[in-house]
């Protein structure tokens, strides 16, 4: 089962994480602390990106948002998105199931936060 977990945002920036575990909403600032030692404190946030349950090559949280590049081709760069009418999470036109499901390797090389230039040019 797919943990439920978020990438927070605040004023553009990330801030946090936020996972639930055993009825409870824990946080962390970097997300790298091992779950014991996340707490209940709230992280101030305006939006937040959900985690879609896969990981890149190198071990990496592929988030909404994210952007992906397929065996190290930057020609075939896209954006992780949720797909409402379909109900999942997608990386252009193909959903991230049936991008798994293929021969191909997948490295996350940035998000809308940390790497914007990427939304408006070519990779």
Request: charge should be negative; aromatic fraction near 12%.
């Amino acid at each position: 089962m797919r943990p439920i977990k978020f990438r927070l945002i605040r004023a553009g920036k990330i801030v946090g994480y936020e996972v639930w575990d055993k009825g409870l909403w824990l946080y962390d600032e970097s997300g790298k602390t091992p779950l014991i030692d996340w707490n209940t404190i709230r992280i101030r946030h305006d939006q937040k990106d959900q985690f879609t349950g896969l990981h890149d090559r190198n071990g990496k949280e592929i988030c909404d948002g994210d952007t992906l590049i397929l065996d190290g081709d930057k020609k075939f760069s896209g954006k992780v998105w949720f797909d409402e009418k379909r109900g999942q999470f997608c990386y252009d036109e193909l959903s991230l199931a049936e991008l798994f499901s293929s021969d191909c390797s997948v490295e996350v090389i940035g998000n809308r936060y940390e790497n914007p230039e990427l939304l408006t040019q070519e990779v």
